[in-house]
């Protein structure tokens, strides 16, 4: 039974021809697959679908071939052969009463053209702005290029309305559309009738969304998505100068989607952005329009979301890592079930499967991109198979989410945690500096296994194998976790390196026991993930003198994937941890380390109380070892399967030991597939020669 708190929630509202049937706006998202893979990013909108969203939009849909984003896979919207997979899309939309909506982008200063090989075209000639920092530049549109664009997006929304979509969005936040290229100073430098003024900078939104109206808008809403504050300075297009567009344009599109000025600003990690974190950037544009207003801020409680439509602040609560999530969050708050919703903890694991050109995972919800790959629903599991019962050793993301999955499918289930609580290295790492919300991981998994009656959970049980063997368990499943190393192995050193005796060496693991090194403190990170830069700022507010090194040329580098490096290192900086790129540790001493240039190998000395190692991690494996070495004795002892899982099995994001741990609840007792593929793909037709 839903809340009346929330009925507002579930109010119909109209977005120019058409009426979405609730204020739960899917906005575009990445997933990692676009042209690549179809049929996985159909199934994948068609779960938001059925889980109660009342908008669902495609990811960045590439409209004309003189503007891509290589090596990023997006969709593609170049000629008529590219409609099949979009219509599939679309109708995948559509199937529970939501309206679909494609994303036409045109990257302009953000498209190098590294496939097409076409010389990129933008308001002015600059450099491409990438990820990637491609040596090519744009040239300058000129009045016929221009006339092109226009008719370039209207053959995209032509086609677009032929592939069943409902609602246009045209692409003008984050830096990456060239409506936001238009309307920004910095990008826009023209001096004629595109340039200078708002008024004229604004020309070119005009005339596509009247282009786009005669050609498509007795059937399709239009969306403009625009950037709430560029923060880049006075040439950036600033929140005040939106506001003065909206009000010069304020019946223009059927829907102002308002995002951040950049991806990192708008997709912000829950380390450095709360919960409706854009609010006051939002706040009173509503009173320069009549028409409705979508926005994003990590929105996961009803209670904020209502409070963002009673004041006035938006009309459709946009999410995208929300909705991965949870692709039904609207149907739980719908039923009534808000403690069944994984809420989104900001971690943006799923950013990277767009950054590293795979399939996107998400820490939440192991199912996503799987549903068809894999089969993989969120809400429905396979029942249980031939055996009864699982012992699961280890309570950490991977155990936990084996637990819960197991349950589902109606195993009986016993958990040995060798501690006093569940979580394992989350529910460490979760009272660090900023990393509160990714307790979320253990919360979710916590409550719902305390739902299930076939879920035994049993503390200060660190078992050996003679005990497992003696339980009777049918299935055992090791999730045991890992420690960090001590000995410095990683990457720059694949043998342990040199450590002097008396050296006073940490490692995360100490300093979340308490162990905390004061004085002179050498950070030294050769994991390039979030620890070193988490603990390095635990450091520093504790009071010591922080010096963080690694080899490589970022802070953290990984997270330039997860776009948190942007934010870690400044972090760091008015925190005073002096920082050190593109130097390793090649020897650690009582009062000292001796550290080398990546490039050169000279040598430095620095003054060093303490050093704490983040490099790899070591599984803990041993009871695992041993009941493999005692397999002779497991039929009599009632065993049929012993598997080993997450951290235990290979060290990793928390995401891929959630993801392990589902996969491994779904396939006891399958059927041996033996060499085949154990997921689908899709694979590019051959051409006629």
Known sequence: MRDPRYDILFEPVKIGPHMAKNRFYQVPHCNGGGYRDP????????????????????????????????????????????????????????EHGALAGI????????????????????????????????????????KQDIRDLRRWFVNAA??????????ICLYGAHGF????????????????EYGGSLENRARFAREVVADIRDAVGDTMALTLRVSLDETIGELGFSNAELRDFIEMHRDLPDLWDLAQGTWEDCSGPSRFKEEAAQQQLVKGIHDLTDKPIVGVGRFTSPDVMVKQVRSGTLDFIGCARPSIADPFLPKKIEEGRIEDIRECIGCNICITGDMTMSISRCTQN???????????????????????????VGSGPAGLEAARALAERGYDIAIAEAGTELGGRVTRERKLPGLSAWGG??????????????????????????????????????ATGSRWRRDGVARQHVVPMPIADGSKVYTPDDLMDGMIPSGRVIVYDDDHYYMGGVLAELLARKGANVTLVTPSAYVSDWTNKTLEQIAIHPRLVDAGVEIVLNRGIAEIHP??????????????????????????????????????AREADWADAGIKSVKII?????????????????RYARELDAEDIGDALPFRREITELAAD
Not at 108 to 123: D, F, Q, R, S
Not at 177 to 192: E, Y
Not at 379 to 389: R, T, Y
Request: some cysteine; charged content about 25%.
């Open 103 to 142: 994303q036409l982008a045109y990257s302009g200063i953000n498209g190098p053209n590294l496939y097409t090989k076409e010389v990129p075209l933008a308001p002015t000639a600059l450099p491409i702005r990438t990820f990637t920092n491609d040596p090519v530049q744009a040239r300058a549109l000129d």
């Open 158 to 167: 032509r086609r677009s309305k032929d592939a069943g979509f409902d609602l």
């Open 591 to 628: 009062g000292h380390v001796v550290s080398n240039c990546v490039y050169t190998d000279r040598t430095e000395t620095y003054a060093a109380d303490a050093v704490v190692i983040v490099a790899a991690r070591q599984e803990v494996n041993g009871v695992y070892q041993d009941l493999k």
């Open 366 to 392: 192991p199912t996503f991109m799987e549903e068809w790959r894999k089969g993989w629903h969120p809400e429905k599991i396979n029942a249980k198979g031939d055996s009864d019962n699982v012992l699961i």
């Open 441 to 478: 991981v253990v919360d979710y998994r916590a409550y719902q296994i305390s739902q299930k009656p076939n879920v035994e959970t049993y503390f200060d049980s660190e078992l050996d194998a003679g005990n497992i063997l003696e339980f009777g368990f049918q299935n055992v499943c090791i």
């Open 177 to 192: 559309g060239i409506f936001q290229h238009f309307l920004s100073r910095a990008t826009n430098q023209r001096t004629d």
């Open 646 to 662: 997450g951290d235990a099995n290979a060290p990793g994001p928390i995401a891929w030991a959630t993801y392990a741990g589902h």
């Open 39 to 94: 049929s996985a990013a159909a199934a994948m909108r068609g779960i938001k679908a059925e889980g109660g969203w009342g908008v669902i939009f495609t990811k960045q849909c590439e409209m004309h071939h003189s503007s891509e984003i290589t090596p990023f896979i997006e969709l593609r919207l170049w000629e008529d052969k590219d409609i099949p997979q979009l219509r599939k899309m679309a109708g995948k939309m559509k």
